[in-house]
């Protein structure tokens, strides 16, 4: 009888949580609850209690004074802050679950003081090295007070902003970012004379924002202390992400993506103002920030997935699955994010692990249009560690398409997970001639691909080739070389297949920029078409030529991982054929590759 009683009353004690309305496709209210309890077991099991806080520096530069009244704002900053977390966190069924801030006696922040040996002219809000040198200056402060600031959650305000009252305009030159999981992470910020959370309501006083323009005093608040919230979230491991247009609708604006600029809106009628989405909530609901436990804090995730299950449709996208990892997971969370736009434009969904791991969620649909896609899945596990951050390509990703209405299109993805689970046997040699049969012709191509010799030799120049239709990388060039690790055809270096952002190449050309490859056409062939991209993990930015006869025949942008360029160009009479990546920048990371490049000619 116990078993069934208690599912009951932890329902009733929701409902007096004022839990908010879920959409379709969004966990049950059984979903919450029974991660609400997997939490709850794990922290009473064996507790290990600790009340971790934010570490709040205020960094001020060499030649600088802290700004007038800054430890009462800042406080008040902080507090609001900390109350937007609550809030939201006890409307999903999380109550009392937020940032921990240090109060003095005095009820005021504990702020470390410091004095930077940066001047402020030589601040950049785009330079990531003064950001560094800004945190080491705070890290050291902290050692003196026997903090270790790598291991905490850490707020940096830094005393860059340029008020000029008789104008009123502001700007600022602050670094001004964040990073982090659920051990540590650290936050940049910038404080102003104006930056109060009491002013949020305010209307009727305007300024000139060299940014935003011109606004009232109350939106300047709106989007600087959003973009404390915002930032503070991704200190705590949270990515950006979107909300679905019924949520936006019914609830305002994810934090994680545009949020940082509504904050606070309704306090001025101006909307519905900012959200934590759910997944998030339940993200958060288990970093020791807003847990108080410590147990294991620092044992990473690990987690497998199988059994995996793509359907589109017309509300969006049902992912179906098992995850099993080295800690309990509560939550698996998935992101769609669409080529271009910074991850900001990421639809989000999440489930609650049942029984055996299985879970199903729905990404619902996008509102971008004919554009690939990248799908992460993350696992957050009881301890608040998660797989991966959706920034690291050690998350678990595949790619797949939003076509010209706004639907996903997968299939390439359901042949990676087709392939990689028959990779490992394949590569041991043992997978049979039935067993082969039984794949999709796809994946078959890609493994018989992958079982040839990695070399040019014995293949034919175009020129000379009896076929209407001949892949480059079964083509010998007149000469080859790339920036990095050698030359590659239908692989990688290390042997795997060539990914990009929209799934597997069955044939292509590894070419790590700066590469050049050259091929003799003899004037014989009339189209080549593929296409151009950085491989999955690429970091760089590259730019791809096709060359005729040393003649530019096409050219892509500078694309950078997640873009993905198609061609199609007129080759008649062209004797020698020349592709070309090059990095912007940099070649570091610029893992170029040409996806399905193929000849073809009259019958």
Known sequence: MIRLILPLLCLATFAAAQLKELLPGEPTREDLVRAKGMLEKWENEAPEKARRVM????????????????R???????????????????????????????????????????????????????????????KQDCLKVLSEAGIDGEKETM???????????ETRTMGHHS???????????????????????DSLAVKDQMIQDRQYGKIS????????????????????????????????????????????RTYGDELRGDGQGSLLSLPH????????????????????????????????????????????????????????????????????????PGEGGRFALLLPRSEKKDTSVSLHFVAVCVNGAATASVWSDQALTMNGRITADSAYDVSKAAQKIEFDAQWPAFRAGKISEQEMAKLSPAVQGILKRLST?????????PAEAKVNEMALSDAAPLHAETGWAGVHYDRTPEGEPLLGPEGLFEHGL????????????????????????ELQGGLGKIEATVLGDGRELWKSSVLKAGDLAAFHVEVKGVKKLTLRIEGKDSINGAWGAWGEPVLRREK
């Open 55 to 70: 570490r709040i520096c205020y960094w001020s530069p060499s030649d600088r004074e802290p700004q007038p009244d800054y």
């Open 72 to 134: 009462a704002r800042l406080t008040r900053v902080l507090k609001h802050v900390q109350e937007f977390y609550r809030r939201e966190m006890e409307s999903w069924g999380f109550p009392e679950r937020t940032i921990q801030l240090e109060l003095e006696a005095d009820g005021l922040l504990k702020l470390h003081m410091v004095q930077g040996r940066l001047k402020s002219e030589e601040c950049s809000e785009a330079d990531q090295k003064d950001g560094r040198e800004i």
């Open 155 to 165: 707020v940096i305000f830094c005393n860059l902003a340029d008020w000029d009252a």
């Open 175 to 197: 670094p001004y970012y964040a990073s982090g999981d659920s051990a540590h992470g650290t936050a940049w910020q910038v404080d102003s004379p104006l930056l109060d959370a």
């Open 217 to 260: 005093l109350g939106k300047y608040n709106s989007i600087f202390i959003g973009g404390v919230c915002h930032e503070i979230g991704h200190a705590l491991g949270l990515p950006h992400c979107k909300e679905c247009v019924a949520a936006r609708k019914l609830r305002g604006t994810a934090l994680m993506g545009s949020g940082n």
């Open 281 to 352: 909530a339940l993200k958060l609901a288990a970093h020791p920030q807003f847990s108080g436990s410590v147990k294991q804090i620092g044992t990473k995730a690990k987690a497998t997935f199988a059994g995996w299950k793509l359907e589109p449709g017309a509300e969006g996208l049902a992912v179906s699955g098992s995850v099993q990892a080295n800690l309990p997971v509560h939550a698996v969370l998935a992101y769609a994010d669409p080529a271009g736009g910074g991850d900001y434009d990421s639809q989000i969904a999440v489930a609650v």
């Open 453 to 461: 010799a990695d070399s040019a030799k014995g293949k034919t120049p």
């Open 510 to 533: 590894y070419a790590h920029a700066n590469s050049l490859f050259e091929y003799e056409l003899g004037g014989r062939w009339e189209i080549l078409s593929g296409s151009v991209c």
